[in-house]
């Protein structure tokens, strides 16, 4: 399908003919593959930080929600291999400073 444009400059009536435009590819984000092994990773991880650091994250709607992203990276790794890495620097803070996440999560740590 052809689209034609008129333009009008100074008293002339100019009509062009545009080539067909192809649609740009929008990037999809999909939804979680594997949404209970996210969970659980999620669970792992707050578990594990709160032993590092006795601070309780589940309240801290921004740390979960890099948390739980952070969580779906992991469950997409740990389909190709045994581990993931969970790191969030800077992930809250309390008055001694700012705490940082890093977590070793295994297939083994999760039960699988």
């Known amino acids: 399908m ?7 400059c100074g ?5 062009d003919q545009l080539p067909p435009a192809e649609p740009a590819p929008v990037p999809v984000k ?7 092994l996210t969970g659980r990773i999620v669970k792992f991880v707050v578990e594990s930080f709160m032993k590092q ?8 709607k921004m740390a ?6 952070a969580s779906k990276k992991a469950a997409n790794e740990l389909a ?15 008055d001694s400073g700012p705490k940082h996440l890093q977590v070793l999560v295994t297939k083994e740590n999760l039960g699988k």
Do not use: H, K, Q
């Open 30 to 36: 999909g939804p979680d593959p594997n949404p209970a």
């Open 53 to 60: 650091t006795r601070i309780d994250i589940r309240r801290d």
């Open 80 to 94: 190709v291999s045994t581990s993931a890495e969970v790191n969030l620097p800077f992930l809250t803070a309390d």
């Open 2 to 8: 052809s689209t034609f444009v008129c333009s009008y």
């Open 64 to 69: 979960m929600e890099r948390i739980t992203e």
């Open 11 to 15: 008293g002339t009536i100019t009509f």
